[in-house]
DNA sequence: GACCAGATGTACT
DNA sequence: GTACATCTGGTCT
């Protein structure tokens, strides 16, 4: 059973200035995964509520690499209800649910039939929102109202939820291998988490450790 | 920083 | 039926 639509925080209401903004093109998810997950750093997510649109600068993603990658949902090539929004073309959303309490929003990436997608794991609100209201997956949901109601929409498809491209900011991009995926094996250890070294929003302390690698080439 | 409880959908036997 | 999960918030050291 899906759950209801649930309301953002007042505190995300965009400003008519950032709903100026462009979306990004079907091209722009279809390419390679890895590329995705770093040029999301900077977009803007923005959701419709009652015709008021709420949002956030995406801060900090990971890559899920399909059916060849342990710590994806996709893995082996897993099809069952819940992922199967993995396997729609590049720029759909999938959610899931996950320990039973938190929502998790990935955006799909390549093409149909190709499993792979885009934890978006932390974000900005605008300016004024606490730092941390959106640092961790569970969180970024919960505060822009995102449930599994709203997986499987098309994000090109003039619906509530939209990505927002923002050249004005240029972040100080940086990898670690990803969160919470210690079952995975040596996948484990991929370096496919990107986030924005200069953000406060970036979950724990990982900004500043040693394990961080600086990209000095973003895209 | 480490550890732990919490709530329940999902995948698999 | 049963084990586990792309997490979070609280407590303790």
């Known amino acids: 059973m899906k759950p209801d639509l649930r309301p953002p925080s007042p505190c995300l209401r965009l400003t008519s200035d950032l709903l100026q903004l462009a979306e990004w093109p079907r091209s722009f998810y279809r390419r390679n995964t890895v590329q995705v997950a770093r040029a999301l750093i900077g977009t803007w997510i923005a959701h419709r509520h009652h015709d008021i649109w709420y949002g956030a600068r995406i801060v900090e993603t990971e ?92 994000l090109l498809a003039g619906e509530d939820l939209r990505l927002l491209r923002d050249h004005s900011v240029r972040p100080a991009l940086a990898s670690t291998p990803r969160i919470g995926v210690d079952y995975a094996g040596e996948a484990k250890h991929w370096p496919l988490r990107f986030f924005d070294r200069n953000s406060p929003a970036v979950s724990g302390s990982s900004r500043l450790s040693s394990r961080v690698k600086t990209i000095l080439n973003p895209d």
Do not use: K, Q, W
């Not at 978006?120 to 949901?141: I, Q, V, Y």
């Open 63 to 154: 890559a899920y690499l399909g059916t060849a990658d342990p710590a994806a949902h996709s893995r082996g090539g897993r099809r069952t209800a819940r992922v199967a929004p993995m396997y729609l073309d590049g720029g759909h959303l999938y959610v899931f649910l996950v320990y039973g309490m938190h929502y998790c929003a990935n955006v799909v990436t390549r093409g149909p039939g190709i499993p792979e997608a885009v934890l978006l794991r932390a974000a900005e609100g605008p300016p004024g929102t606490p730092a941390r209201l959106l640092s961790g997956p569970g969180r970024l949901c919960a505060h822009l109202g995102i449930t599994t109601a709203l997986s499987g929409i098309d």
